[in-house]
């Protein structure tokens, strides 16, 4: 018994010192026999390469946007809050527990184009079910998968 109230008590101590981190989803790279699996009408011109780079925009994007809304509501600065307000504006009962971004996020968080070029990427994304969209009240959101 005095081993167990050890082992307890250095368990409760991890738990006290390390504060409670989120874990935010991201999606994961395409992979090469999936990119030669895609259909030659998706892919057109785009490489493995530019898909695999709006991955990771699309990855920081929603890391940033999700770092702000864990933050505390006293902690952030006016601008932040109102980014904040914004983003719990956007989430729905259908929203609920999914990490997703809408294309303001992307304008916001990254220097990615949102072109013809950007759409037929997000249609491979989900084609290869990295990304959902979920289309309610005008506004298109893009869960991650």
Known sequence: TVKSEGQTKAAELKCATKPETKVIKEA???????F??????????????????????????????????????KSMSVTVRNLYSRFMDEETKDTKGVFFIV??????????????????????????????????SGLIRYAIC
């Open 28 to 34: 994961a790279l395409i992979t090469t026999e999936e």
């Open 36 to 73: 030669q699996s895609l259909p030659m009408y998706l892919k057109g011109r785009i490489t493995h390469d530019q898909i695999n780079a709006v991955v990771q925009h699309l990855n920081k994007a929603v890391v940033d946007k999700y770092k702000i809304m864990y933050q505390p509501l």
């Open 103 to 136: 294309e303001a996020d992307i304008k916001q968080f990254t220097q990615l184009k949102l072109d013809k070029r950007f759409h037929r990427i997000l249609s491979i994304l989900r084609h290869c079910q990295r990304l959902r969209e979920i289309r309610t």
